[in-house]
């Protein structure tokens, strides 16, 4: 068996999170939040969406051809180590969430919760090809937990 290039292993495991059992994905979505937090404090709040949303798109850029080059190296359609995918489903549910314990809480248990069901069309997404299939289906993820996450605030059901 063939190895994956170092970048592409780093990358999809997250600096080695994906390692962490058990639990990977999991693990990913906390250290993602907890990355978050760190980060989104020396963010000036306004532009706190607009560094997440970035964040996101480099995790989806970098993460889809680090996915497949992992994919291809193990033979596994979708490797539990790699956990790229929920750090991009992670922050996806975070866009214009307060930087908050309670809403990133929130964020991290909606994410983890529509990440394990799969709604449709969020499953079918497995389906795609490699890192494609690896990483939109927690895309797809991602945006409904946005949606409710958005829902929640909007009404205020989230207490102060």
């Known amino acids: 068996m063939k190895r994956a290039p170092r970048w592409a292993t780093l990358v999809a495991t997250f600096f080695g999170v994906g390692l962490i059992r058990p639990g990977p994905g999991t693990w990913g979505s906390a250290a993602t939040v907890m990355l978050w937090w760190l980060l989104a404090r020396g963010i000036a709040p306004g532009w706190q969406p607009v560094a997440v949303i970035l964040l996101a798109a480099l995790a989806v850029a970098v993460g889809i051809p680090a ?17 790229i995918d929920e750090v991009a489903g992670q922050l996806i549910t975070l866009i214009y ?64």
């Open 97 to 160: 969430a307060p930087v908050a314990w309670k809403s990133l809480l929130l964020g991290f248990i909606l994410f983890r919760g529509f990440d394990i069901v799969k709604p449709p069309p969020v499953r079918q997404l497995e389906h795609l090809s490699e890192g494609y299939g690896i990483v939109l289906d927690d895309v797809g993820a991602g945006l409904y937990a946005l949606v409710v996450m958005q829902v929640v605030l909007h009404f205020g059901l989230l207490s102060k």
């Open 67 to 83: 996915a497949t080059q992992v994919c291809r190296a193990t033979g596994v359609k979708d490797p539990q180590f790699v956990v």
